[in-house]
Nanobody
């Protein structure tokens, strides 16, 4: 059983920055990969950034060069640094973790980019 809690969302103007955090707790011993997804109004959930099983990273083409995923293993936390934000980045951002065959999701944090 894994619990994921996202934080750091909010309202920001275009061109601004936010840093999202995802803290994992519970039975986290076998977590293989964690990452970020987002879901905009009327759209399906999509990948934003993930760590791969090989130790690399994957980014959606729409966020490459603007977003950076990182982690602090000491506190079981994954971060998403978002720079040069655009209105199209407006969405609920979800943290995702894989543990063997199971997938866990956080409850999401709202990011709104608007002037």
């Amino acid at each position: 059983q894994v619990r994921l809690v996202e934080s750091g969302g909010g309202l920001v103007q275009p061109g601004g920055s936010l840093r999202l955090s995802c803290a994992a707790s519970g039975s986290i011993f076998s977590i293989v990969v964690m990452g970020w997804y987002r879901q905009a109004p009327g759209k399906q959930r999509e990948l934003v950034a993930t760590f791969t099983t090989g130790g690399g990273t994957n980014y959606a083409d729409t966020v490459k060069g603007r977003f950076t995923i990182s982690r602090d293993n000491a506190v079981n936390t994954v971060y998403l640094q978002m720079n040069s934000l655009k209105p199209e980045d407006t969405a609920v951002y979800y943290c995702k973790a894989n543990q063997h065959a199971a997938t866990y999701w956080g409850q999401g944090t709202q990011v709104t980019v608007s002037s």
